[in-house]
């Protein structure tokens, strides 16, 4: 069983459907993040939950709406996309305490493809 | 604020040809520093760290130390392998800021040809 598991690995959708991508964490973290990498650009932090409350929010527009029902699993509701918005969506969790600098671990992404 | 800079790619080497990818950061506080890879197709993997100045980080054959006085992290391994093609991040974590997501690089690829 993986550290963070990602489904589905790959999703293709409409530009009029909503969709939904989920991530699962088993390492016993407190923080869960999004993050979106586009070909050739960097990686962009989305949203950063920690104890299932949203920390940051990187100006992300509202046709993704984050949700974290629990310490371990973590969603991305996706409505109405563009096509801009393809591109691999990662998952990572992490043990964020205060003063301790821990990694993040990574889950496999879901390839997104709007059409 | 935190930030890291690493050296654009792609590097291309030929197998068993040394590796160098340089990398950079500012911080406010004592950051922890991380390598993670990137395989075609999967998620980031850490690669390894370091917690404090002079730490050295090693994994699979790659290094990298912390310097603290010139501020890097560089990545080395000195016999490169075509499995190891893929696209390297260097990364911090500084607590003492109260922002609980790495700061990542914009990511170096590595192609290693036969």
């Known amino acids: 069983e993986t550290g963070v598991t990602q489904t589905p690995r790959h999703l293709v959708m409409g530009m009029t459907n909503k969709k939904s991508l989920k991530c699962e964490q088993h390492l016993g973290h407190n923080a869960m993040y999004w993050y979106k990498q586009s070909a050739k650009k960097p990686l962009e932090l989305m949203f950063v939950y920690s104890l299932e409350e949203r920390v940051e929010n990187n100006s992300v527009p509202s046709r993704f709406s984050p949700e974290c029902p629990n310490s371990s699993h973590l969603f991305l509701h996706l409505h109405t996309l563009q096509p801009e918005d393809s591109a691999l969506y990662l998952c990572?969790?992490?043990?964020?305490?205060?003063?301790?600098?821990?990694?993040?671990?990574f889950g496999q992404g879901t390839r997104l493809t709007v059409v | 604020g935190n930030s890291v800079t690493q050296m654009e790619g792609p590097v291309t080497l030929s197998e068993e040809a040394f590796l160098t990818i340089n990398c950079t950061y500012t911080a406010t506080g004592y950051p922890s520093l991380f390598w993670y890879v990137q395989y075609p197709g999967e998620g980031l993997q850490l690669l390894l760290k370091a917690t404090k100045a002079d730490d050295k980080g090693s994994n699979k054959g790659f290094e990298a130390t912390y310097r603290k006085e010139t501020t890097s992290f560089h990545l080395e391994k000195g016999s490169v392998q075509v499995s190891d093609s893929a696209v390297y991040f260097c990364a911090l974590s500084d607590a003492d800021t109260g922002r609980r997501a790495l700061t990542f690089g914009s990511g170096t690829r590595l192609q290693v040809q036969p």
């Open positions: 990572a969790s992490s043990q964020a305490d205060r003063n301790l600098n821990t990694e993040a671990f």
